[in-house]
């Protein structure tokens, strides 16, 4: 059986349906018995004895549960993947306590550093504790990077400096439905120099967002310590993108962490973003920093005195300390890390967490990893508290009910009539106008630079100043910045980002990859409430240079089917219409692909239009039938015209389909390899060769047809590298896109 045979599918399905009903998590809701950790930041001024004492002993509780998560991971020869887990935890527990998940909601950048994510949450009670010291990365509910269980955050995240601009458009969603909202993004010392990460600083400054960033500066990257990989200060650079910074000398010291805290959400209050940023310590500031004053700051004399004379440092060597530790807690690698970045002799890397060779028991019984009096006492008090029922739901399904026109709504919509030669983008204009004047604060618009050409000026001047943003030529993060706004609430809303179709094959494609990785808690590959709007597809792009080209736009499309609800594709403008407001109605991930040049609006065999405002969206319509056809025409978006006139060229051999988007169902597939022994593609993008390799619709169908007697014939690009700056007729004609070329394909095949 070939892993592409329908048996195989289902056979997957079988295997992740499996995998799924054995998840303790994967389910529409899980209520947690949580300790009530909870501090009211708007009305706390600064933290007392016993608030510090019950966040400290907390922190330790969830640092022992990741060194026994890490010791379980040791135990089959794995690598214990540790990152910035231990060091994140200080941080994350006072977001914790912080959070009431509906006015503040938190995300984390560092993915790497889920051990502390999932150990905190333990911790809490929203996980038990078996699943991450025992499943930690084994099985689907404790994945190696950081992912949305109960009570955590709300996307799952994985490559550096995407989570920046996400955390940006959940901030802007939010404060959209609470004015009092606030979004904590903890964040690594390495990502923030991707330029997606300096895209979400500018947003955050020009949305005057209620958001703060949180910077775990432990100096250390992969391969190296920061200054030995990419030694730059973040604070004048993110400053410049108008992020105030708030500078304070560690995370690990609880009570200035708060202050920082406090000052960040006054400042978000305000609508102005910061980001908390820990100096650490060394001797500028007139005390000195060595061995001496580390040793004392821990009370850890006897291990810092065991690994300078091993390593022939002198107690009083001057060092920096930094204000997140990595391996924080777990004293030996901890000391490790620091002379790694301070250069020194001995100086090791942790991010698989140091924890092969080395004995549990040991580890845990060190002075850090231990509480002291008064945090027993304050530990013992918070569990032996009532606890509070926090129930985390799933995100809606993909499909369900999302915003939708009525009747009247439809009834006042004006269209294109039959016979005009006239943009897509008239319909789509007219859908996302529509949509916007009738849920004008459920609608979000991130915007590039182009709503004059991508057509959503109208839309945007339905919806309030604050449901949209512009970002100029940002496209590496306009996309993400809308993946955050689909997270901001459970509530439908359209979040529709646009630009032209090349900028997202070139540029612009992280926030589809953030797509791929995304999962709920009923299910996986979920994908996100959001409307890729891609303007100026293929080579229907007027006069421009052939660099503004798309050619690839299906393959790419085809490339997320797995991931998205559907992929849009209307050949004219009132199947525009009909796209955009079916992708609006359904809650899920979605591409709306539009060419730019005028397109005649096509009709049926008795003249009247193929599509009105109220038309059922449908994958493929039938546009010429004839009764004893026996090749069928498939013609992707903007090439149904000249399939019509293939058609017409052809008389009764062949039937023409307009193919509005995908998937296909699989009994239209079905009916279509029984009905006839042909089948014919037309697409305005890159086909490929046999010897390249079919690729876009055509290798769609060629692959569908495999296992069928139908014969396949594809009309497309098959070799982009010359073209002329010509209107798309020109150019088509140029690379053989024409109706006689389609009915030639036709007649091969008779």
């Known amino acids: 059986m070939s892993n592409y045979s329908e048996a195989a599918v289902k056979a997957q399905q079988k295997r992740n349906d499996l995998l799924i009903s054995e998840s303790k998590f994967m389910r529409q809701s899980i209520t947690s018995q949580v300790l ?3 501090i009211d930041i708007a009305h706390t001024n600064k933290l007392d004895e016993k608030q510090i004492a019950t ?5 330790i509780e969830a640092a022992r549960i990741s060194i026994s998560s890490l010791a379980s991971l040791a135990t089959i020869g794995e690598l214990d993947h540790l990152g910035g887990g231990l060091d994140l935890i200080p941080s994350l527990m006072l977001t914790l306590a912080t959070t009431d998940y509906e006015k503040v909601q938190y995300t984390i950048e560092n993915a790497h550093a889920s051990i502390g994510y999932y150990s905190s949450l333990v911790a809490l009670g929203f996980l038990d504790r078996d699943s991450v010291i025992q499943k930690f990365r084994r099985g689907l509910d404790i994945p190696g990077h950081v992912s949305w269980v109960p009570g955590g955050t709300q996307l799952n995240g994985g490559r550096l400096g995407v989570m920046f601009p996400v955390a940006a458009g959940q901030a802007m969603g939010m404060r959209a439905r609470d004015s009092e909202s606030w979004v904590i993004c903890h964040c690594g010392d390495a990502g923030w120099i991707a330029g997606q990460a300096l895209n979400g600083f500018n947003a955050a400054d020009i949305g005057n967002l209620p958001l703060t960033f949180v910077m775990q500066r432990n100096g250390i990257q ?11 200060d973040p604070r004048p650079i993110v400053e410049a993108m108008g992020v105030e910074i708030i500078e304070l000398k560690a995370l690990f010291d609880t009570a200035d962490m708060y202050k920082a805290y406090k000052h960040a959400h006054s400042r978000a209050m305000e609508g102005r973003p910061t980001m908390i940023y820990p100096t650490g310590y060394d001797s500028s500031d007139g005390a000195k920093i060595d061995f001496n004053w580390l040793a004392a700051r821990f009370d850890i004399g006897t291990e810092v005195d065991a690994i300078t004379s091993k390593n022939g440092i002198s107690m009083e060597q001057e060092i920096w300390v930094p204000g997140s530790l990595m391996s924080y807690r777990d004293i030996v690698p901890m000391l490790e890390c620091i002379l790694l970045v301070n250069d020194l002799p001995g100086g090791v890397d942790h991010h698989d967490g140091h924890m092969k060779g080395r004995d549990e028991a040991e580890v845990l ?36 009910t999302n915003l939708t026109l009525s009747v009247e709504q439809l009834a006042a919509v004006s269209l294109p009539e039959v016979g005009k030669k006239t943009s897509a983008r008239a319909g789509s204009e007219a859908a996302y106008a529509t949509v916007a004047k009738a849920h004008p604060n459920d609608t979000f618009i991130v915007s590039c630079d182009l ?14 100043a604050q449901n949209q943003i512009e970002l100029s030529i940002e496209e590496q993060a306009a996309l993400l910045v809308a993946d955050g706004l ?3 609430s459970h509530k439908p809303q359209v ?53 503004g080209w798309s050619l690839d736009w299906v393959t790419l499309a085809i490339g997320y089917l797995p991931y998205i609800d559907r992929f849009y594709a209307p050949a004219d403008a009132r199947g525009a219409f009909v796209a955009v407001r079916d992708a609006c109605a359904r809650y899920g991930a979605h591409i709306v692909a539009i060419p730019r040049d005028n397109l005649l609006v096509l009709s049926d065999e008795n003249g009247d ?16 039938k004839h009764k004893d056809a026996k090749i069928a025409i498939l013609a992707l978006g903007a090439t149904a015209g000249i399939a019509q006139d293939a058609a017409e060229k052809l008389g009764d051999l062949a039937d023409v389909y307009v193919v509005n988007g995908l998937p296909l169902p699989n009994d239209f597939l079905d009916d279509i390899f029984a009905q006839y022994h042909g089948v014919v593609t037309v697409e305005d993008g890159i086909i490929g060769t046999r010897y390249t390799g079919v690729r876009g619709f055509a290798g769609l169908i060629l692959s569908a047809a495999s296992q069928t007697d139908s014969k396949t014939e594809h009309v497309g690009i098959v070799d982009p590298r010359i073209a002329p700056s010509e209107g798309h007729e020109e150019v088509w004609e140029h690379f053989g896109l024409t109706s006689n070329a389609i009915a030639e394909a036709v007649k091969s095949l008779t």
């Open 222 to 232: 992969l391969s190296d310590s920061n200054k030995n990989v990419m030694d730059k």
């Open 609 to 624: 239009a193929l599509y009105e405002p109220d038309s059922k969206w449908e994958a493929a319509t039938p546009l010429r």
């Open 55 to 59: 966040l400290q002993a907390l922190e």
């Open 495 to 547: 979040n529709v980002v646009s630009t032209f179709s090349a900028f997202f094959e070139g540029i612009a494609r992280e926030g589809l990859e953030l797509w791929r990785y995304q999962r709920n808690l009923n299910g996986i590959n979920e994908g996100l409430n959001v409307i890729m709007h891609m303007s100026h597809v293929g080579a229907c792009t007027g006069r421009d240079h052939f660099s």
């Open 365 to 400: 019984g060190n002075i850090m990893l231990t509480r002291n009096e008064a945090q027993q006492t304050a530990f013992n008090e918070i569990f032996r508290a009532n606890k509070v029922n926090v129930t985390t739901n799933a995100r809606p399904a993909p499909g369900t």
């Open 36 to 38: 009530p950790l909870s």
């Open 486 to 488: 689909a997270m901001s």
């Open 451 to 464: 709503n004059p050409s991508t057509k959503l000026g109208k839309a945007a001047a339905q919806i309030p």
